[in-house]
């Protein structure tokens, strides 16, 4: 049996999810989902809502205290939650 036109599994799915404009509704699920993980439980714990639109990811919070902490931290934030991700899914934070 010949071998001739072999492709990773990984490339294959990669493609079908471009072709199916799936990649990205994909990317923004797995950023929001890292959340917890690269802010920690501490911060997690008073995290009410999490939604992206246009590259923003809205973070709704129980504290303005902690709130105010974050907004220092914004850009550190998005370069985390992308490399998380493997991807440029956001540009900005919006905290509320």
């Known amino acids: 049996m010949k071998r001739g036109n072999t492709e990773l599994l990984a490339d294959v799915v990669r493609q079908f999810l471009?072709?199916?404009?799936?990649?990205?509704?994909?990317?923004?699920?797995?950023?929001?989902?890292?959340?917890?993980?690269?802010?920690?439980?501490?911060?997690?714990?008073?995290?009410?809502?999490?939604?992206?639109?246009?590259?923003?990811?809205c973070v709704q919070l129980a504290s303005s205290v902690l709130r105010q902490e974050l907004m220092m931290y914004r850009k550190q934030l998005v370069k985390s939650l992308n490399d998380r991700v493997g991807a440029q899914v956001i540009v900005d934070i919006e905290f509320r």
């Open 18 to 57: 471009r072709q199916e404009r799936l990649e990205a509704p994909l990317n923004e699920y797995r950023l929001v989902d890292a959340w917890k993980d690269v802010v920690g439980p501490a911060v997690a714990r008073y995290t009410l809502n999490l939604f992206i639109r246009n590259q923003t990811l």
